[in-house]
């Protein structure tokens, strides 16, 4: 890791994986580059972007707590999880909402990011900017 630390990267890798919920049908969360590609933006972020991502992760590692689990996120299970989910989605307090809304994006980016999940599911962008380029090409355009 280069900017996230293991606990940080954990809770990262345990959201995401409460948020896409893959499995089975697409890889699990450690089979793709999503903690790898957020641990990547972290350490190009601004500091201070970087501090205040870090201070969201332990907001959703304690959430539960709030939101009547009487665990950490990192401890529940999966079923508990996704009734987190649903709980968080509508908690009262709406900087949970809004904690959660900013880093299910984020979750989901990083995870659908990766090349090879993308390509399992039939999109290659690389045969997509080929095409683009090609058509472009025949049109004359630059």
Known sequence: MKALTAREASIFAC???AVVAPEPVLPAVRNTDAVASFDDWM???P???RIGMRSLLYVLEMSPL???FRRRLRS???AQRARWLTAIEHARRPELRLVY???KGTAQLCYWGDDNLMTSVGYDA???VR???ELRAREGRP
């Open 47 to 49: 500091r201070l972007n």
């Open 131 to 133: 095409r683009g380029r």
């Open 43 to 45: 350490a190009r972020a």
């Open 66 to 68: 709030v939101t009547g």
């Open 76 to 78: 529940l299970d999966r």
């Open 101 to 103: 809304k900013l880093m």
């Open 15 to 17: 959201f995401t994986d």
């Open 126 to 128: 690389d045969a997509n």
